[in-house]
């Protein structure tokens, strides 16, 4: 009995530590859900790379390096009899020029079109190179993202303007340019492309990583992520963060980024009432209370988690841009 006793004791303790184990592990980053280069065995001189989703319609990838982590950024590359039509550029001359180079490599077309559907620096930031290059090339945004580059000093080539839908045809090829309302930059764009039902969500899908919500606007942001999903998309290609994988498991992610976009919703509401203050990221106590489930783990959380939280703050204080 003794024996038995200590055995069953032992089993326990053993049942204990493993479970311990088990928890210490869940607390771990799952390389399959974070968007770290690093943690899929690439480097940055891995990139750019591209690869074609339906008959020519290619995801196109470069880097976004910082200290902590490196994800993808990416751009949509159509290539129709007529021209090519690209969705979002990157950050600087170098990286423009890798998309320069595969634009190239893939067509003699001639870019005809470039729609901004995230005004931020890491999306424009090359224009003036791709400009260069291709300068009979039609840059198209909305008011919300010309203002935001005029008054941030982007690069300003837009001069065309999509408020609510236009769609372009192209050899053939149909191409619609959406205003699905805000999310990321309050300017987000999303193209749609109904034959080949690929949606390129730009950062309204910043897949496995924490959500980005420094121009954010958190509630409008779930609506616009749902608005999107009505909709009849076979492939939704994030902005940031592996544009390849099944279809299902894309569609998967953008499930779970919407989940993390309306945790920032509910847990800055919950915190918000509780007096916990969040002034500024760099001032938010309250965020150490906050419990963010699985996404506390999500590439970028660390820094993007403060910053959300008093960017919910701002929406609930009645802060946020009109
Ligand atoms: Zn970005």
Redesign the pocket.
């Given at each position: 009995m003794k024996t038995l006793r200590f055995a069953a004791t032992a089993l326990v303790g053993a049942l204990l530590i493993s479970g311990a184990a088990i928890a210490a592990d869940t607390a771990k980053v799952n390389p399959a859900k974070s968007a770290d280069i690093a943690h899929h065995g690439l480097k940055a001189t891995d990139f750019p790379r591209w690869h074609l989703l339906a008959p020519n319609i290619y995801a196109y990838e470069d880097t976004?390096i910082t200290p902590e982590f490196t994800f993808t950024?990416n751009s949509l590359i159509i290539v129709t009899t007529e021209g090519v039509v690209l969705v979002d550029g990157q950050d600087n001359e170098a990286r423009a020029n890798g998309l320069i180079g595969a634009i190239k490599k893939i067509t003699p077309q001639p870019l005809k079109y470039v729609v901004i559907a995230?005004d931020?620096g890491?999306?424009v930031g090359g224009f003036p190179t791709l400009k260069a290059a291709f300068p009979d090339a039609v840059y198209i945004s909305s008011t919300a993202s010309l203002k935001t580059m005029q008054g941030a000093k982007r690069p300003v080539l837009a001069t065309e303007i999509v408020d609510d839908k236009r769609s372009i045809k192209l050899g053939g090829t149909e191409i619609q340019i959406l205003n699905l309302g805000r999310g990321h930059t309050g300017g987000d764009l999303v193209v749609y492309l109904p034959a080949s039902k690929i949606m390129f969500m730009s950062?309204l899908f910043d897949r496995n990583i924490f959500p980005p919500m420094v121009t954010g606007h958190p509630s409008e942001w779930v609506a616009t992520v749902k608005k999107a999903q009505a909709m009849d998309v076979t492939w939704f290609i994030p902005?940031?963060g592996f544009t390849a994988g099944p279809p299902d498991v894309l569609k998967a992610d953008l499930a779970e980024f919407l989940k993390a976009v309306e945790l920032v919703v509910s847990e800055g509401k919950r915190l918000h009432a509780t007096g916990a203050p969040c002034p500024t990221e760099k001032d938010c106590p309250a965020n150490k209370q906050a419990n963010w489930g699985p996404y506390a783990n999500s590439t970028a959380a660390a820094g993007q988690a403060p910053r959300a939280l008093a960017r919910m703050y701002s929406e609930i204080d009645g802060k946020l841009p009109k």
């Open positions: 976004l950024t995230s931020h890491d999306h950062e902005g940031h």
